[in-house]
């Protein structure tokens, strides 16, 4: 039947209504931000946006009309909850600043989502997605947090050269390989690795000057944290190093 689900215990702030199958919207529904200002109005298939649908941003008409994943040009955020998605196509949105996948089944591809120069925000909860995710043409990433719940795949992610990334968490992670250049202005770090395949992680402390809280679990890591004199939060378990 039809639902109202809220972000707040006290129920004052709606993030989606609609009716549910299965756990996830069909049919008509709508969508709300934190601040109880709509952002989706129109039609769900499996949790995903599909169909005739209208979109807001901050309150403000953004689009009317027939919507898919494929069709997102001139918003600056992207944000689903549950369902699959067989491909993100994201081509001409290159001025999305915020990116939210949140409690994804499954994604089976991706298509353009390389090219986001002015992405700021990258969220993404799923329990399977494609092994390679490459972010390193978005430099002007702050936050990133991934969250990989279908271990038995290594992932390898490529967020190459981040000269404005504050906060950066990997959780449950099989870590195939990281790839994550100047992180001067990292400020939290959080990842914990995956115990069963003991994730592989090497990362460059020796610029963190900035860094102000460090948590590290289930991991293979080479530590020195000489050059981290901002450190005041510092939770290290479960890791070890190859040698």
């Known amino acids: 039947g ?6 707040d215990k006290e129920k004052d702030h709606p993030r989606y209504e609609g009716r549910l199958e299965k756990g996830v919207l069909q ?40 919507l898919a994943l494929k069709n997102l040009a001139g918003l ?15 081509t001409g949105t290159e001025n999305i600043e915020s990116f939210s996948l949140s409690d994804m089944a499954s994604i089976s591809s991706w298509t353009a989502l390389q090219n986001l120069p002015e992405l700021k925000s990258f969220y993404l ?5 494609p092994r390679d995710l490459d972010l390193s043409a978005s430099p ?24 404005h990334l504050k906060e950066f968490r990997l959780i449950s992670w099989n870590l195939g390989s990281l790839v994550l250049e100047d992180i001067s202005s990292m400020e939290t770090m959080f990842i914990e690795g995956n115990s069963d395949y003991g994730s592989s992680l090497s990362i460059d402390f020796s610029d963190c000057v900035n860094l102000k809280s460090l948590e590290l679990k289930k ?6 944290l000489t050059a981290c004199k901002s450190l005041t939060d510092v939770h290290v378990s479960g890791v070890h190093s190859d040698d």
């Not at 909860?125 to 997605?129: N, P, V, W």
């Open 76 to 90: 600056k955020s992207v944000s689903l909850f549950q369902g699959n998605i067989s491909d993100i196509d994201l």
């Open 2 to 7: 039809k639902v109202v689900v809220y972000y």
């Open 219 to 224: 991991c293979v890591s080479d530590l020195d």
């Open 125 to 129: 909860k799923a329990g399977d997605f």
């Open 27 to 66: 049919g008509l529904g709508k969508e709300y931000d934190e601040n109880g200002l709509l952002t989706y109005e129109g039609g769900f298939v499996n949790g995903l946006h599909e169909g005739e649908a209208v979109i807001y941003e901050a309150g403000v008409l953004k689009y009317q009309g027939s």
């Open 140 to 163: 002007l990433l702050e936050q990133v947090t991934i969250e990989d719940k279908y271990q038995d795949t290594p992932r390898n992610l490529n967020l190459g050269r981040q000269t």
